[in-house]
């Protein structure tokens, strides 16, 4: 009997459900190390480097392989090295291709929605950054995380409103709540909070089903080209701008 292969996951924590689900089933052996929601919020060099060390502290006599749980995430990814073992990552922007399956089901939702806010069990559960992130996020930095009426205080109304309007606001264009059904959810709670918080905004509120069978692939295989994409050791993930999303860097030396 051939044995099971060996891989560390190291993923966002918003796919907590799903991948252990998946894990759970997979005739792999996984070991799985989740990082906190909302490291793409800090930004890419932060979210970098935190990628980075969970990779550089991973055992590599253990494994033979690092799977990666993430898209591309505001170029959070980019510069990201492989060292002993491959890395393996979906070709991917961000976390909705992997709930809906496929970037081409993300591109004809999103092309036929316009002003879609995607909601999982996840995103909800998992909340909003919490501390250190939190203090760490790009708004907490720069100040655009403050209620309107602490930035009439500070700035005037006029400049409060501009602010609130182009910074502040990250909701103002959209319309509509999808949630994405995983078939995960121990019982239909954050659907219902979902439909509730659209009818609150005034948006309009949609369920579709959602598609495990990528990240089935990410931990099963295979690793198809088009799908994903395995960086070899001593090499490091590029951002492309085309249909790719993830390419291949090379490195000096032996990127050590």
Not at 131 to 148: A, N, V
Not at 207 to 232: A, H, I, M, Q
Request: charged letters at 25%; glycine letters at 8%.
């Amino acid at each position: 009997m051939e044995h099971p292969k060996r891989f560390k996951l190291i993923s966002c924590e918003v796919f907590y459900r799903e991948l252990c689900w998946v894990v759970a089933q997979s005739p792999n052996v996984v070991d799985l190390h989740f990082l906190p929601k909302g490291l793409h919020d800090i930004g890419a060099v932060p979210m970098r480097e935190r990628v980075q060390a969970a990779i550089d502290a991973v055992d590599e006599a253990k494994y033979q392989a690092v799977l990666l749980g993430y898209g591309l995430c505001n170029n959070g990814l980019a510069g990201v090295r492989a060292r002993g073992l491959p890395l393996v990552l979906p070709r991917a922007h961000d976390c909705i291709t992997l709930f809906l399956g496929s970037k081409e089901r993300y591109l004809e939702y999103f092309t036929n929605n316009p002003g879609v806010y995607f909601k999982t069990s996840g995103w909800i559960e998992r909340g909003d950054n919490p501390g250190e992130l939190s203090q760490l996020s790009i708004q907490r930095q720069t100040g655009m995380d403050k209620s309107f009426e602490e930035l009439v205080a500070k700035y005037g109304e006029e400049n409060a409103r501009y602010l609130w309007d182009t910074l502040v606001d990250t909701t103002r264009n959209y319309s509509r709540f999808t949630f994405i059904e995983m078939g995960v959810e121990g019982d239909d709670r954050y659907e219902q909070w979902t439909r509730e918080e659209a009818h609150q905004r005034g948006w309009r509120f949609e369920k579709v089903r959602g598609d495990l069978s990528l990240l089935e692939r990410l931990v099963n295989g295979p690793w198809t080209p088009p799908e994903f994409l395995v960086v070899p050791p001593h090499r490091a993930i590029a951002a492309r701008y085309d249909d790719g999303i993830v390419g291949l860097e090379d490195l000096p030396g032996d990127g050590t």
